[in-house]
């Protein structure tokens, strides 16, 4: 008989009211596939207000719903690949992990293979009877800093409903285009873009998307952020900050052209020159621990790459002053 976790209990938010139960859970449950969920409710795992329902039918804030996931779903797609991790972190229910620039988190087209759950799979072999390897969020391959992984399903429940309750705090450092006056709160929903697939894009029928930011540092034509998520939209600090004329820099996607500031070191205008990443680091990840309960947190310093460009933009602005 296949064994069972214990349920995943999970409310429905207000602003997923009247939503389709399989769309409201593909939203809340970002770690799983939507033809997955939609299985787990067809086979009578998903209960609403202590009921079975089906895909299409609609739910209302406040409810509350309850999914029993199947033990094990294996990690199967991914071979074990021994590989240098930075693990910060590590006990019996997770690690934290500093991911690089350059990492892919998950297997896909275009990189089959030496991505972190490659290398978690070497490092617990465990990880192949958990769901993408406990992998429960994520970062864009160019952006490094801090990712949790969960090592039994137990402390997978606990992470992905800390998720969908937006509890997980996570703190970025960003280098932005153009000089920010204050920080501020950007509110603006998020969707694939229609023309290019790769892309996300501001758009009005997108899922709710909440970046909070504040000033760290201005020079003479870019700001120093820190950023923080409320929720967890694919490419949303990239999206937001260039939806509010601030793109990352060199950010290959959403930043635009080159843009050195009139007057720039021949130091700064080689350093963004050089910089072929957007320049945002996760800095700062917090949760409950998924066995004790207790509130834990851990940083980790911005990669030399970054740590150079605001070397240069500080000697730059110096010479502006």
């Not at 923080?228 to 290959?252: C, F, M, N, S």
Request: hydrophobic share 40%; glycine share 8%.
């Amino acid at each position: 008989m296949t064994s069972r976790a214990e349920p995943t209990i999970i409310e429905v938010s207000a602003e997923l009211t009247g939503f389709r139960l399989d769309l409201a859970l593909a939203r809340l449950l970002p770690a799983y596939s939507r033809s997955r969920i939609r299985q787990w409710i067809d086979e009578g795992l998903v209960q609403v207000a202590g009921r079975s329902r089906r895909p299409r039918d609609l739910v209302l804030a406040g409810e509350r719903i309850s999914i029993t996931m199947p033990d094990p779903v294996r990690a199967a797609d991914a071979e074990p690949q021994t590989m240098d991790l930075e693990i910060v972190y590590e006990d019996e229910a997770i690690f934290v992990v500093n991911k690089p620039v350059g990492l892919v988190v998950h297997p896909g087209a275009g990189n089959p293979d030496r991505t972190l759950q490659n290398a978690l799979l070497a490092r617990d072999p465990r990880l192949a009877g958990i769901p993408r390897a406990g992998i429960v969020h994520r970062l864009d391959k160019d952006t490094s800093g801090l990712l949790v992984i969960a090592r039994t399903l137990t402390a997978q429940t606990s992470l992905v409903r800390q998720l969908a309750e937006r509890s997980v705090h996570r703190a970025y450092e960003a280098v932005c285009v153009g000089v920010l006056t204050s920080g501020g709160t950007i509110e603006a929903p998020i969707a694939r873009h229609r023309a290019d697939r790769k892309r996300m894009t501001v758009r009005s029928d997108g899922r709710a998307a909440v970046t909070h930011y504040r000033v760290i540092g201005r020079f003479r034509g870019h700001t120093h952020l820190k950023v923080e998520l409320e929720t967890g939209r694919t490419h949303q600090i990239r999206v937001h900050l260039a939806h509010i004329k601030a793109p990352i820099v060199g950010d290959p996607v959403y930043g635009g052209r080159l843009r050195i500031p009139r007057g720039a070191t021949p130091a700064l205008a080689a350093a963004l020159k050089n910089f072929k990443r957007q320049a945002l680091h996760a800095a700062r990840l917090e949760f409950d621990h998924p066995l004790t309960g207790e509130r834990v947190g851990w940083s980790a310093a911005l990669p030399r790459d970054m740590a150079d460009l605001l070397k240069a933009l500080r000697a730059d602005a110096k010479v502006a002053s």
